[in-house]
């Protein structure tokens, strides 16, 4: 077996770490290169006997408690630093194994050395609050105050459009809040997790207190479901598996991100030589992989022509293709068959009526940028998430129609607006029912120290390093009687 990854011999560990050491198993599977196809590591996956050996190490830890806040702010201080000194490594392997281009994979390592600091700030502070007794007759003398604890094992299951920053959302809080945790990375994107791992042992978390096991949902996923030792399941990924782990998880605590068709609304007050360049990084980005991108625009209809102009345009100046390639702005989806899915669900949007004004075109795993108009409703590239680089204009005449069909979808995770009329603004903040309602911004904006999450079938709970350590601790009151 080789403890290196092939291409340009990145050293990434390709077994499950457990307890502080990386263990190889019976099964491997491979991480293919999501440009050429070809494979870049065969990695070990975790068998039951290992989960469960991982979960008893995880639980014996969680009893003998974590390092005092200040150490664990330190871990993860370092493991900060550790991302940067490791950059253009771990940069490497994000463009190999999620075909990101290479200002994205440098994108997101960013937002992960912010999110390691704010979450090392949070550490520390971490706290309840005084409870105002006097209110109550006869208790005035009473002292009340709360105190939070950690939770115990938290099991953290990460998608492949975000394999260090949204791991990062997960693991970083549930250790700052003095968990342990046990992580399974997508199998498409498992390389990223392990040199994370690295880096947070490197930087002084104690082995016990993190598992990272590498496989299939359908197993290893399934497995941690049965594991009863695990008080939390934070996961980002479909509604579909979303309602298989609270299913599973019965009692114990999670908080779920799931599917979304994202919407932005484009106002003819809006000032378009702003918004257009931000709704086309926000459609475009990833390869329209993010579950914020923007998937329906409603312009009204007096701006339409203009701004299908000017999007059109702005796809133009995106080329798809090699990642590698510096011109290369959109690299390729996640699989093969993910493009030949949006093929098809192009073909069958032209077929119901649609026009495609660009883009469109595949080249195995790469989707060249697409701009649609007239979609109907029935379209799967209207009513289905499309997680490709498309996005679906559509014209309307009063503000509200937008704002009561952007509501129509059975999700809820983020929406944006563009106008310079506050009535408009502050209707839309009321009205439309998402987690986050952006304003002069489009869907996909996010700071990492903001609360993330969405209502409906887009899941519940908040990411944001303050509010996931509160999802991930355990409110106990003191009540001191004198």
Request: hydrophobic share 45%; net charge negative.
């Amino acid at each position: 077996m080789s403890n290196t990854v092939s291409t340009n011999e990145w050293k990434v560990p390709e077994g499950c770490l457990v307890n502080g050491k990386w263990v190889e198993t019976a099964q491997q599977f491979s991480v293919l290169d999501k440009f050429s196809g070809a494979t870049i590591a065969q990695v070990y996956a975790a068998d039951q006997d290992l989960v469960a050996t991982a979960i008893r190490s995880l639980r014996l830890a969680v009893g003998a408690g974590a390092p005092a806040p200040h150490e664990r702010a330190q871990v993860l201080r370092r493991a900060a630093f550790g991302l940067e000194a490791h950059r253009d490594r771990i940069a490497n392997v994000m463009v190999a194994e999620a075909g990101f281009v290479t200002s994205d994979a440098h994108g997101e390592i960013d937002r992960a050395i912010i999110t390691l600091n704010l979450s090392a700030e949070e550490t520390t502070r971490l706290i309840g609050g005084m409870v105002p007794f006097a209110a109550s007759p006869g208790a005035h003398n009473r002292v009340g105050f709360t105190v939070r604890y950690p939770v115990g094992v938290v099991c953290a299951i990460t998608p492949f459009n975000s394999p260090l920053n949204t791991v990062l959302h997960k693991v970083a809080p549930a250790w700052g809040a003095g968990n342990a945790i046990v992580l399974k990375p997508s199998a498409y994107t498992p390389l990223t997790s392990a040199l994370l791992a690295d880096i947070l042992l490197e930087a002084g978390m104690p082995p016990e207190f993190l598992s990272v096991l590498q496989g299939e949902g359908d197993t290893v996923g399934s497995w941690l479901l049965k594991e009863e030792a695990i008080a939390f399941y934070t996961f980002t990924g479909s509604t579909r598996v979303g309602h298989i782990i609270q299913a599973a998880a019965g009692l114990r605590r999670t908080q779920m991100e799931l599917g979304s068709i994202a919407s932005t609304v484009l106002c003819a007050d809006a000032d378009l030589e702003s918004a257009i360049p931000k709704i086309a990084n926000a459609t475009f980005r990833k390869a329209g992989q993010v579950c914020t991108s923007v998937q329906r625009l409603y312009v009204e209809r007096s701006i339409v022509d203009d701004v299908a102009e000017r999007l059109v345009r702005a796809a133009a100046t995106l080329p798809a293709g090699d990642p590698r390639n510096p011109a290369v702005r959109v690299g390729p989806l996640i699989t093969e068959e993910a493009a030949i899915s949006t093929e098809s669900r192009l073909a069958q949007a032209r077929q119901l009526g649609a026009k495609v004004l660009c883009g469109g075109e595949r080249q195995r795993s790469v989707i060249q940028p697409t701009v649609l108009i007239n979609v109907p409703d029935e379209s799967n590239a209207w009513c289905q998430e499309a997680f490709a680089p498309l996005v679906a204009l559509r014209p309307f005449d009063t503000f509200e129609e937008a704002l009561e069909s952007a509501n129509a979808t059975p999700y809820g995770l983020s929406a944006g607006v563009f106008s310079r009329d506050i009535n408009r603004c502050m209707k839309a903040a009321r009205t439309l029912r998402f987690g986050t309602v952006q304003i002069n911004e489009t869907s996909s904006a996010r700071s990492d120290i903001m609360p993330f999450g969405g209502v409906k079938d887009s899941g519940f709970g908040k990411e944001g390093p303050w509010h996931a350590m509160r999802e991930m601790t355990e409110e106990r009151l003191i009540v001191i009687n004198p």
